[in-house]
């Protein structure tokens, strides 16, 4: 592990302490915790906002999004984002998946 600082809002150090409270842990897990949770949020925002955009591959778009090719379809679809996608770009990114 590596040790982080950085500066919150009071409101946002509040709100830590109360979830932190609530599941009986403590403000440090708890802050892993919402970290955890918010970059595995952010990173498949950020995944789905580069494919629209045509910025990247549907391979790499899962990669960074950390989903396998059919939950990344799945998140596509709940976006409501438009894609266009053929056979050969699924098989491309499911191979790269399990690793064949």
Do not use: H, N
Request: without cysteine; glycine residues 6%; aromatic residues 6%.
């Amino acid at each position: 592990m590596e040790l982080v600082t950085f500066r919150s809002p009071l409101e946002l150090v509040k709100l830590t302490k109360m979830l932190a409270s609530l599941e009986s842990r403590s403000l440090s897990d708890e802050l892993r915790e919402v970290f955890r949770e918010g970059i595995a949020i952010r990173r498949k925002r950020l995944a789905l906002d580069l494919y629209g955009r045509g910025d990247v591959s549907l391979g790499r778009a899962r990669e960074i999004a950390g989903l396998s090719i059919w939950e990344f379809l799945d998140a596509l679809d709940a976006s409501r984002q438009e894609f266009d996608l053929d056979a050969d770009d699924i098989l491309a990114a499911a191979s790269r998946t399990s690793g064949a």
